[in-house]
């Protein structure tokens, strides 16, 4: 695709969903238009779709540059994009946020949690890990994750979940304060909005 102007490539301005600065000097920006869901690549006047999806699928989607990549989540699905290619990842488990702190990328779910150094992934808080606290749940590829979180839904009462809550912050209270230390809120907040969807 020739590159142009945001607004010949079809820019609407009203329905930005995300933009993120990546470290090769381009902007990314997330859309949706009355033809589908769209990622514009660029800077200036020099801009591109490298993505689309038409209308009626993805609603909206998170980004955030991490290391050489722009990192975007999309439905619980984890992918980077580098050269104007979008890669789906294998991750632990379906990430509802994602965050980065001191060269470490955190996703986190309504039960679990990981840190990655953007080569392998480290799960640090789970409802998976047996009695020698060995994590027992396998990696997702992004077809299973889309699976889960379109086909299934998990239902907790208020105290099935407020015993679950109480379980995760004695693991969280248990690991090393300075790797923790932003990635608590973070992930209290999510624990916060699957309360809140169950109840």
Not at 38 to 51: L, P, S, T, V
Request: glycine share 8%; net charge negative.
């Amino acid at each position: 695709m020739e590159k142009g102007s945001l607004e010949k490539a079809g820019y609407p301005k009203a329905n930005t969903g995300a933009i993120c600065c990546g470290p090769d000097g381009n902007v990314y920006i997330f859309a949706k238009g009355e033809d589908g869901s769209k990622i514009f690549q660029g800077r200036k006047d020099k801009w591109e779709i490298i993505w689309s999806e038409p209308y009626g699928g993805t609603h909206s989607v998170e980004m955030l540059a991490y290391q050489d990549y722009i990192w975007i989540m999309d439905y619980g699905v984890l992918s980077k994009i580098k050269d104007g290619e979008i890669t789906p990842l294998d991750t632990p488990f379906e990430c509802t946020s994602f965050s980065v702190h001191e060269n470490l990328l955190m996703i986190a779910s309504g039960s679990e949690a990981a840190i990655s150094n953007g080569a392998e992934w480290k799960v640090i808080v789970s409802p998976h890990f047996n009695k020698n606290a060995v994590y027992k749940r396998k990696l997702f590829k992004p077809k299973e994750i889309e699976s889960e979180t379109r086909e299934t839904e998990t239902h907790l009462n208020l105290d099935e979940a407020a015993e679950r809550l109480d379980k995760v912050m004695e693991v969280i209270d248990s690991l090393d304060e300075g790797e923790m230390e932003l990635f608590r809120e973070i992930f209290i907040e999510n624990i916060e909005k699957q309360l809140s969807k169950d109840g």
